[in-house]
């Protein structure tokens, strides 16, 4: 077993754990971590079959954006776990068959195997040595050229909802505090402060009882 076999074996174990400890977790912060370590072996594994773009697409996408987001949601919502589990042997039958059609597909596939086109590379043919090619440049100039004008119509929607987003955030409400900054700014020290003069010492003032002990005293 060459070393390239090895790499793949050990992602695939640690994906197949974190796989199942995503489902076994009772913490939700913990499952979505494991989640997070899933999607790096899967990223891992596209690494070993020289996909580098959907590796890194992966890890930037769903790890760096979608599981971090998540986090932050599991992590600010109180989330009852008793309430949530409460329905699962309810619906466990229909899971248990769902899950057993979708391994018994995974099993067909794999146990038929990936046909492989074996026809002779055209370089080999002529006589030439075969050119390397990166999957990251191909996939750029595939995206640039044949599909230009979907690709900018996509970034103009993105770009249309980010602005919305942001829109959505500044709105006038009644109930915000908002200050204008230029305001702020204009504003000076004595604006902000006002110096009241004040005697150093002052007497203290006394009722009448104080004040006729303090004679008798006297006296």
């Known amino acids: 077993m060459d070393v390239k076999t090895g790499l793949f074996y050990f992602f695939s174990i640690v994906l197949l754990f974190a796989a199942f400890r995503v489902i076994t977790a009772r913490n939700p912060v913990y499952a979505v971590l494991y989640l997070v370590l899933a999607f790096f072996q899967a990223a891992a594994l596209w690494m070993l079959l020289k996909a580098e773009f959907l590796a890194i697409a992966l890890v930037l996408v769903y790890v760096g954006a979608v599981m971090v987001l998540f986090l932050f949601v599991v992590m600010m919502l109180d989330i009852n776990v008793d309430s949530a589990r409460q329905g699962f042997w309810k619906h466990f039958p229909l899971a248990a068959v769902i899950g057993v059609l979708i391994a018994l597909e995974m099993a067909a596939v794999l146990m038929g195997g990936f046909r492989v086109n074996e026809e002779p590379h055209l370089a080999a043919v002529l006589g030439q040595a075969p050119v390397e090619l990166s999957n990251t440049r191909e996939l750029g100039k595939l995206l640039y050229t044949q599909y230009l004008y979907p690709l900018e119509i996509a970034a103009a929607i993105l770009l249309v909802a980010m602005i919305a987003a942001i829109a959505l955030t500044l ?41 006729a002990k303090t004679a008798e005293n006297k006296a």
């Open 171 to 211: 709105r006038q409400r009644k109930d915000s505090k908002h200050i204008d900054p230029y305001k702020q700014l204009q504003v000076k020290s004595k604006d902000r402060m006002t110096v009241v003069k004040m005697a150093a010492t002052q007497v203290a003032a006394l009722d009448d009882t104080a004040a």
